[in-house]
């Protein structure tokens, strides 16, 4: 193989550009333009971070490449016919590159790597028909991400819970799965609230749904209350992304002078600047109306008070979608109990199981899922 031809091409790419600045990729782009033994240790210790595997390594790294390509496709707009030749030539390239063999090194007893056939246009006119479920980029990598400053960044270890592992609120989970399926079908979807007691499974829920319908390219990006004025910057990000969102901010609730109330509002109105047809915000609180309001708020010096309660109150008014997810009474929390220990594999009589889940509930805040899941954990580690 001709290396410095191969990188002449790899030069020259257009589309893949960007795979160019992969850490791996660029260290392999130094092989080829200067063939010495500092260049053939450094491609191959970034290689094995990966695996010995060229072929399947730069093949991923095709597969994952964010471009103005994909872009269009994912929008709808038309791919100019050059852009098209592009790419069927620039595959090509990164095909060749794949099959490059330590052998065609001129070095002797550098460190090896294996290669194998690949059909690199097959793979990604395939890659391309699961756009719309897998998309581009980050998001075809990952399932759950979280807001870092100004940037999208991964969950690595996102929750795994499924919602076959979720028992009880079937009603209430149901409202959620619905209206995700909604907006996964590209049908009118409400921004929702989950609110209730602590512990009912409002945040399980709403994770176990996006685990459950990642592969039909739902993703979840967490943000955090303090982080709302990054909203429609959030917003814009997603826009045109071919992946629908659910832009889930848990545990909330604003104090009365709080400047994030006005701009959540905005967003759930769907002011121009915060609007993206692919999302929904999915919120959890402990309080429906959201906002904390004091006995001192009733009793205060406005003219106008009831105005004030009224836009206090108005924020959950905002989301289409309520759900409410009350603590269990005595039957459901053993029914929750019963289920959990028939999932962790726990044998013990029925009325032992229970007692220790009553006295359990007696030593925390009450019955409620979370209590009933760490009970149950206990017992399966010995703490108890």
Known sequence: MDIKKLYDEMCSLAVFRGIRELKTMDSLMRLLKEPTYENAGEFAANLYRHSADLTGYVSKAVSENENE???????????????????????????????????????EG????????ADFRSMYRERVEKLFTKGFGIYSKHTAFMLKGDDIVP???????????????????????DNTLALINGLPAANALLYGDAGTGKSSTV??????????????????????TQLPLVMEQIVGNPLKFIIFIDDLSFATDDED??????????????KADNAVIYAT???????????ADRSGDDVHAGDTRQEQASLSERFGLRVTFLKPDKQVYLEIVEELAKQYGIDIPREELFAGAESYALRRSGRSGRA?????????????
């Not at 109330?261 to 967003?267: D, Q, R, T």
């Not at 609180?285 to 006995?295: A, I, V, Y």
């Not at 009933?372 to 580690?381: N, P, T």
């Open 69 to 107: 390509y994909l872009r269009r496709l994912a929008v709808r707009r038309e791919v100019p016919a050059p852009m098209e030749r592009s790419v069927e030539r620039e595959l090509l390239i990164l095909e060749r590159l794949s099959l490059l063999r330590p052998e065609d090194i001129p070095l």
């Open 110 to 117: 550098i460190a090896g790597w294996d290669t194998d056939k």
């Open 155 to 177: 969950v690595l270890t996102p929750d795994p819970q499924r919602l076959s592992e979720l028992h009880s609120y079937e009603l209430q989970r149901k409202q959620v799965v």
């Open 207 to 228: 994770k176990a749904v996006v685990n459950e319908f990642a592969d039909r390219g739902l993703r979840l990006i967490e943000i955090k209350k303090s982080q709302l």
């Open 261 to 274: 109330f006005g701009m959540l509002k905005a967003v759930l109105e769907g002011s121009v600047s915060a």
């Open 285 to 295: 609180s402990n309080r429906r109306h959201l906002l904390k309001e004091r006995f």
């Open 372 to 384: 009933a899941r760490h009970y149950v954990e206990s017992l399966k580690s010995g703490r108890i």
